[in-house]
C-alpha cells in the first residue's frame, strides 16, 4: 500500500525521464535561457486579426507581420516533418506551425524531444493554415523552461478539488475558468478603486496598520504574535475601521482601504482565515446615504466588468439592477415567525424562550438584542435571494453604530444580504464619545463573560473621539464575497488565489 500524497509509479518515471533531459540541457550550457524578448502576446493577436478583412490567408500574408511570443506547450501534435504546438500565455492561445525545413534540422530535433508543459520562445511570421486558424509561421525556437512534472489532462472529482486549492499554479494552467475568475477579480477591485476616486465622490486610498496592539473594529476573535524587541503581543487587525476613523477625524473626511483583515473563526465555503474587505467612511453622511452609495457600487461594477446586473450565484437568479429592498430587522423577524408577538420583541425572558423553541443558540449574558439576532440568523437569513438591505439593529450587537435618535436600544445599521450571504455591513458612526467608552466597557464585561469575540477597550480611539469626530457613515464590503456573487463562484476557495488549506501530510 502506497501513501495517497506519493505519485503514481508512471508520473515517477516520467519525471525521471524529463529530469534526464534537463541534464541533457545542462550539459550543452542552453538550460533556462533568459535572453528571449516578446513584442505580442497570443490572445491580442487573435482579437487583432479576428476581422475579416484579414480572415484569409492570402491576407494575412501580405501583411507580412512577424512576432516573437512566448509561452507554455499546451498540445504537441508531431506529423513527421511538421508540427503543430498550441502555445499559451497570459492573455490566451496560438498555434505554431513548426516545419523541420524552416527551423533546420537540430531545432526539429531537439525539439521533438520537448514535453507538453514545457516553456518555449518563438519568431515567425503570422500565418492562417488551410481550416483557417491564426498561426505562427515558426523560424527560431527555443525551450525557455524544462518542465519536470507533467500537466494533468484536466482535474475531475472530489478529490482533485482540493488539489486544485494546494496546486494553483497547476489549475491557473490547465482551468481555463480559473484564469477568468482571477482576471475578473483584479478588473472588480480595479474598477473599483476608479469608481471611488472619482468625482463627485472622491475617496482616497489610504493604508492602515496590520498588526494591532488592541483588536478593534470588529466583534472576531484575533489572531496573536510577538514583538521580540518590544517583548509585546500584537494582534492581526480584525478590521481596519477604528484608524480609519480616526483619519476622519484628523481631517480626511472621504477615505477606504482595500484591506486584508485576519479572524481566527472557522473554515468555510463563506470563510477563510484572512479575506479582503472594502472599508470606507463619510464624513456628513448617514446610513441611508451609504446603502445608496452601496447599492451603486455593486450595480456600476456589475455593468463595467460584466455588461449585465443580470447575475446567476449558486443557483439563483439574481439581479443587482433594481433598487435593494430595505428591511427592518424586527420585521424580518416577525413576518417569518408569526408566533412571536411585537410586544415580545424585546422582552428578554420572552426572546429566550422563542429562541430555545426555534433551535437558535441562548446563553445566559444575552439580552434581547442579541437574541433577536440569533432568531433572524436562523430563521431569516438564508431565504434573502435578491439584494436585501437588513436595518435598525439592536444597539447589543453594534458596538460601534450610532444609536437612532428615536428608538431607543436600535442604531443605525445595515447588512446587505445576498442568497443568504452577507456581503457587506454598514452604519452611522457612533461619535459620541462617552457613548463609545460605555459601549467599550459593556464589551470588556461580556468578554470577562466569556465572549471571546468581544471587543476590547480602546483608550486612544475614545481620545481621538474626543478631539471629535463628524457624523460620518461607514461602509464594510467583503470583496471575496462579491466576486463569488460576480462570478457565480459557489465557495470562498474559488476566488482566493491561495485560500487557507491544512498542512499536506
Known amino acids: 500500500m502506497t501513501d495517497e500524497n506519493t505519485p503514481p509509479i508512471d508520473e515517477n518515471k516520467l519525471i525521471a525521464e524529463r529530469r534526464e533531459k534537463l541534464k541533457g540541457l545542462r550539459g550543452q550550457g542552453v538550460a533556462f535561457p533568459n535572453d ?38 499546451m498540445l504537441k501534435r508531431d506529423q513527421g516533418k511538421v508540427a503543430f504546438v498550441q502555445l499559451q500565455d497570459f492573455t490566451g492561445r496560438i498555434q505554431l506551425f513548426i516545419h523541420q525545413g524552416t527551423v533546420g534540422e537540430e531545432t526539429y530535433k531537439a525539439f521533438k524531444g520537448w514535453d507538453v508543459g514545457d516553456i518555449v520562445g518563438a519568431e515567425g511570421a503570422l500565418m492562417r493554415t488551410k481550416t483557417g486558424e491564426l498561426s505562427i509561421k ?19 472529482g472530489l478529490a482533485d478539488v482540493e488539489q486544485r486549492y494546494r496546486q494553483r499554479y497547476v489549475d491557473l494552467i490547465v482551468t481555463e475558468e480559473a484564469r477568468r475568475t482571477f482576471a475578473l477579480r483584479s478588473r472588480i477591485i480595479g474598477y473599483m478603486r476608479q469608481w471611488l476616486e472619482a468625482e463627485p465622490r472622491r475617496f482616497m ?64 465555503t463563506r470563510h477563510n482565515p484572512e479575506f479582503t474587505m472594502l472599508e470606507l467612511y463619510q464624513a456628513y453622511a448617514t446610513y441611508h446615504e451609504i446603502m445608496d452609495l452601496t447599492e451603486s457600487v455593486i450595480r456600476d461594477t456589475a455593468k463595467k466588468v460584466l455588461g449585465t446586473t443580470a447575475l446567476t450565484w449558486d443557483g439563483a437568479s439574481i439581479d443587482v439592477g433594481p433598487a435593494f429592498r430595505r428591511w427592518k430587522m424586527e420585521d424580518a423577524v416577525l413576518e417569518h415567525n408569526p408566533e412571536i408577538k411585537r410586544e415580545e420583541l ?25 437574541l433577536l439576532l440569533e432568531i433572524f440568523e436562523h430563521t431569516v437569513e438564508h431565504t434573502l435571494i435578491q439584494p436585501t438591505f437588513i436595518i435598525d439593529h439592536p444597539v447589543e450587537v453594534s458596538p460601534l453604530a450610532r444609536e437612532n435618535d428615536t428608538d431607543k436600544g436600535i442604531t443605525d445599521r445595515f447588512e446587505l444580504f445576498v442568497n443568504g450571504k452577507e456581503l457587506a455591513n454598514g452604519f452611522s458612526e457612533l461619535n459620541d464619545p462617552e457613548d463609545q ?17 468581544a471587543m476590547h477597550f480602546d483608550a486612544d480611539y475614545i481620545r481621538a473621539l474626543e478631539v471629535g469626530l463628524p457624523p460620518t457613515g461607514g461602509l464594510g464590503i467583503g470583496i471575496d464575497r462579491l466576486v463569488m456573487l460576480l462570478t457565480d463562484s459557489a465557495s470562498i476557495r474559488d476566488v482566493l488565489l491561495f485560500p487557507y488549506m491544512r498542512p499536506e501530510a
Open 36 to 73: 528571449h524578448k516578446v513584442d505580442a502576446f497570443a490572445g491580442d493577436l487573435q482579437t487583432e486579426f479576428a476581422d475579416k478583412d484579414v480572415h484569409t490567408a492570402e491576407s494575412i500574408e501580405a501583411i507580412a507581420r512577424r512576432v516573437k511570443v512566448a509561452g507554455r506547450i
Open 138 to 156: 515558426v523560424d527560431a525556437l527555443r525551450l525557455l523552461t524544462k518542465s519536470l512534472r507533467p500537466l494533468p489532462d484536466k482535474f475531475h
Open 205 to 268: 486610498e489610504v493604508e492602515t496598520p496590520m498588526m494591532h496592539i488592541i483588536p478593534g473594529g470588529a466583534t472576531a476573535r484575533p489572531f496573536v504574535t510577538h514583538h521580540n524587541a518590544l517583548d509585546i503581543d500584537l494582534y492581526l487587525r480584525v478590521a481596519p475601521e477604528l484608524y480609519l476613523k480616526r483619519l476622519v477625524v484628523g481631517g480626511f473626511d472621504r477615505v477606504y482601504e482595500i484591506n486584508r483583515n485576519f479572524r481566527n473563526e472557522g473554515v468555510s
Open 346 to 370: 424585546r422582552d428578554r425572558d420572552a426572546m429566550a424562550a422563542h429562541a430555545k423553541r426555534l433551535g437558535a443558540q441562548v446563553k445566559p449574558g444575552y439580552g434581547w438584542g442579541k
Open 437 to 453: 467608552a460605555a459601549r467599550f466597557q459593556a464589551q470588556v464585561d461580556a468578554k470577562d463573560s466569556g465572549d471571546d469575540e
